[in-house]
């Protein structure tokens, strides 16, 4: 892979979006333009894309057959996502979005992300009665990581200038919602491609956006961190309702640690 943009030992990421694992390129599913038109403020200004073109990749399980052992006994799935750098009209480049379904009442699953390369912004919404109640924006590069806690759904969007490559770890307990973002046609806020936040009309009244700088604190990588300590992990599987975003994120270890005292 002569156009290498991040290596991990045997994982490597190529500039074509390809990923290899132990020198084999891994399946991967994609999101074209046609599959994110329905969340997309303007669709009259993609004229330069054709519907077919390839916004991102998704490989699911990129593990080392090694390793899938102790993932499969913890419930949980490492995967990778690769945005192409480029503008949907007006906007960044951009993944669906979608919510998690609930783990016990009132608490959905969480996700654990980290960037491997590029810049990243993670948009953050919370329902209460159906109402977007909170929206946070939480930028992050290379080597960054964020929590998305119980109860927010997200979007991603390549707010850099380069491919952005994210790992992430989430149970394989559940399927992914995408209804309500589709159903507004988008998040809560679309965020332009100059940086700026436009309200989504479809949500009526919104609160105002939180610029935050929660991070999830990550000493080598997610999926090294997860082999050395699976157990601080654990969370991903089976929450507590007292996961959140509140300030600096202080780890999965201690977050993990502080959910099972408050239960």
Same mark, same amino acid.
């Given at each position: 892979?002569? @156009?290498?943009?991040?290596?991990?030992?045997?994982?490597?990421?190529?500039?074509?979006?390809?990923?290899?694992?132990?020198?084999?390129?891994?399946?991967?599913?994609?999101?074209?333009?046609?599959?994110?038109?329905?969340?997309?403020?303007?669709?009259?200004?993609?004229?330069?894309?054709?519907?077919?073109?390839?916004?991102?990749? &998704?490989?699911?399980? !990129?593990?080392? !057959?090694?390793?899938?052992?102790?993932?499969?006994?913890?419930?949980?799935? %490492?995967?990778?996502?690769?945005?192409?750098?480029? $503008?949907? /009209?007006?906007?960044?480049?951009?993944?669906? /979005? *979608?919510? *998690?379904?609930?783990?016990?009442?009132?608490?959905?699953?969480?996700? =654990?992300?980290?960037?491997?390369?590029?810049?990243?912004?993670?948009?953050?919404?919370?329902?209460?009665?159906?109402?977007?109640?909170? %929206?946070?924006?939480?930028? =992050?590069?290379?080597?960054?990581?964020?929590?998305?806690?119980?109860?927010?759904? $997200?979007?991603? =969007? @390549?707010?850099?200038?380069?491919?952005?490559?994210?790992? @992430?770890?989430?149970?394989?307990? %559940?399927?992914? &919602?995408?209804?309500?973002?589709?159903? $507004?046609? /988008? =998040?809560?806020?679309? &965020?332009?491609?100059?940086?700026?936040?436009?309200?989504?009309?479809?949500?009526?009244?919104?609160?105002?956006?939180?610029?935050?700088?929660?991070?999830?604190?990550?000493?080598?990588?997610?999926?090294?961190?997860?082999?050395?300590?699976?157990?601080?992990?654990?969370?991903?599987?089976?929450?507590?309702?007292?996961?959140?975003?509140?300030?600096?994120?202080?780890?999965?270890?201690?977050? !993990?640690?502080? /959910?099972?005292?408050?239960?």
């Amino acid at each position: 892979m002569d @156009n290498l943009i991040y290596q991990l030992g045997p994982l490597k990421v190529g500039k074509d979006l390809d990923v290899s694992l132990d020198g084999t390129l891994l399946p991967y599913t994609v999101r074209t333009v046609r599959d994110v038109a329905p969340v997309l403020l303007d669709t009259d200004n993609l004229s330069k894309l054709s519907p077919d073109t390839v916004l991102y990749r &998704m490989y699911r399980d !990129a593990v080392q !057959a090694v390793h899938r052992p102790i993932f499969e006994k913890y419930r949980l799935r %490492f995967d990778i996502t690769v945005l192409q750098s480029l $503008h949907l /009209g007006r906007e960044f480049n951009k993944t669906l /979005g *979608h919510f *998690h379904p609930d783990f016990s009442p009132g608490t959905s699953y969480p996700e =654990a992300y980290q960037v491997l390369h590029g810049e990243a912004c993670f948009l953050l919404q919370k329902l209460k009665d159906g109402i977007v109640d909170e %929206f946070r924006v939480i930028k =992050a590069s290379a080597g960054g990581a964020v929590l998305i806690p119980p109860n927010y759904g $997200h979007v991603t =969007a @390549n707010c850099g200038k380069d491919p952005l490559v994210m790992s @992430n770890l989430v149970s394989t307990d %559940f399927a992914s &919602m995408y209804s309500e973002y589709v159903r $507004h046609k /988008g =998040a809560a806020y679309y &965020m332009l491609a100059d940086g700026r936040l436009i309200p989504n009309p479809s949500y009526g009244r919104l609160p105002k956006p939180v610029y935050a700088k929660d991070r999830l604190n990550v000493r080598r990588s997610l999926y090294l961190d997860f082999l050395e300590n699976p157990d601080s992990f654990s969370y991903l599987a089976a929450p507590s309702p007292q996961i959140g975003v509140s300030g600096d994120l202080q780890g999965v270890a201690e977050g !993990a640690r502080q /959910g099972r005292r408050k239960k």
